[in-house]
């Protein structure tokens, strides 16, 4: 959460009734503001919907040689 | 730009280390840095294993799931989702190089992220592994001889530091500085396995024997055997730690020219029968689970002692205070929650700690247990305070609000990803 306010940011105009409904939520949980609440929520939003995947790497994994791996380290425990 | 090394010991236990109080000499390097650096001596690992652990770690975010870990997609999410410590380091100029030999933290799960080298040893070309692939089809079988066959030849699961620790000092030495290091030590997990030369406690037969019997005992509940055989177990897990510490002294041995800052610490506990159990199979988030070393060593930090508790989801904010030429901006808070999920057994586990206040909370599909524990009288944790007189109020707050959160995430995230259908 530190780490946001670092970032250079600009105001945007929500309605109180938004607000309110958020202000809500948020009152019963960790998250630190409305902003922060709906930070969250916006950049959950653009992830999915920008479908940002960094490099899949894992793709040029053979799943079978992993599943081995895990076995091999004494316990495969789910 | 300082240089900085994180290193991280699978299944370290805070109170297994000399530092830590144990009254063995267990990690005399780590001490010594400790002594002259900055030492958590309430640390919490987010989680009670290493995939949703270091997840959290790298990332600074606790991996929020309601599903297997086994699963690569959730922490491969995850780490995408928030961005590691690595992307972020990469970002202000660092080269990032990683040298990973746990599976559940290697690029199969997305912990590549970020890394411009990421050594994870997942791939063998061993003519070995193709035979035993076609003449074996018994699977347990296949499983034990490969890990006979590994075990001698300090492979996959069982490969050692000092099988690797000259690739670790060719990459320093190649690469360009300012550098972010990873180095994950499989040294202190489960089998516990020292050279020769480092074994203190146990004999080369104890070793063998007894890796053999801890390995009858993982996956078992209420365990019952004698305490000279726990001992015994004990003995070849503090070798193996006695071990681990010296990769540190060699780490500064090698690389004391680039002056680098270290991040040293464990990724969550191991059970040694506190409560009937062996390992950390089971996930729970008792001391033993989830209290780890941390100490933070180099050129440019305060000689100092961190008496309050905190989570290692604070690890990424101090190691960019390093890297941005800054001390340690160590929070005033004295609060560190811990959290997991068995997906085997379908239970939500939530650990918060206040001062020397520990309540422990378990949803499963049998119901809810709480858990609460005075640690400054009750280190042990088997004194159960949920129905004296006392209040918590303030423990209580903290686990609703936090559990309220993971709910609040939950719904987020899965009312979201409905959109991708759309």
Partial sequence: MSERDRDPSQSVALSEDLISRVESRVEQTDFDSVTDYITYVLEEVLYQVEGEESDDSSGDVNEDEVQERLKSLGYLNE | ?422
């Fill in chain 2, 1 to 422: 730009m300082e240089n900085i090394i994180l290193v991280t010991f699978d299944s370290l236990r805070a109170d297994h280390t000399g530092h830590g109080g144990y009254e063995r000499n267990t990690t005399p390097t780590l001490d010594e840095m400790a002594k002259e650096g900055t030492i958590f001596e309430k640390a919490l690992s987010p989680a009670s294993r290493t995939n949703p652990s270091m997840a959290g770690i790298l990332t600074g975010e606790p991996m929020v799931f309601q599903d297997k870990v086994s699963d690569p997609g959730i922490a491969g999410k995850h780490l995408d989702r928030f961005g590691t410590i690595a992307e972020k380091l990469s970002d202000k100029g660092y080269t990032t190089g990683a040298f990973c030999p746990n599976a559940y933290a290697s690029r199969y799960y997305g912990f590549d992220s970020g890394f411009d080298y990421f050594e994870d040893f997942l791939f063998s070309n061993d003519i070995y592994q193709n035979l035993f692939s076609e003449h074996l089809s018994d699977s347990s079988l296949y499983t034990t001889i490969r890990n006979v066959r590994n075990f001698v030849r300090r492979e996959e699961a069982f490969k050692t530091w000092d099988t690797y620790i000259e690739d670790v000092e060719n990459w320093v030495r190649h690469t360009e500085e300012p550098f972010f290091l990873w180095i994950f030590s499989m040294d202190t997990h489960f089998p516990y396995l020292t050279p020769r030369t480092h074994r203190e406690w146990s004999s080369l037969f104890d070793q063998y024997y007894y890796n053999w019997r801890c390995n009858k005992l993982i996956d078992q509940f209420d365990v019952d055997i004698s305490e000279r055989e726990r001992q015994k177990i004990v003995d070849i897990y503090d070798d193996s730690i006695k071990f681990g510490d010296h990769l540190l002294k060699e780490l500064q041995s090698r690389l004391s020219e680039f002056e680098p800052t270290y991040f040293i610490h464990g990724d969550h506990g191991e059970s040694f029968d506190e409560r009937g159990l062996y390992g950390h199979f089971y996930p729970a988030l008792y001391q033993e689970n989830v209290h780890v070393p941390f100490v933070v060593s180099g050129p440019h930090v305060d000689d100092r002692t961190v008496t309050d508790p905190m989570s290692l989801l604070d690890l990424p904010s101090l190691v960019m205070n390093i890297a941005e030429g800054q001390d340690l901006d160590i929070s005033e808070s004295d609060v560190a929650i811990s959290t997991d999920f068995d997906g085997r057994n379908e239970r939500n586990l939530i650990a918060t700690r206040a001062g020397d206040k520990k309540l422990l909370l378990e949803e499963s599909p049998s119901g809810t247990s709480i858990e609460i524990y005075d640690l400054a009288v009750d280190p042990g944790e088997s004194d159960n305070l949920v129905h004296s007189d006392r209040s918590f109020k303030r423990l209580w707050s903290l686990t609703t609000s936090h559990l309220r959160t993971e709910i609040e995430r939950i719904e987020i995230e899965s009312t979201v990803s409905d959109l991708e259908d759309i």
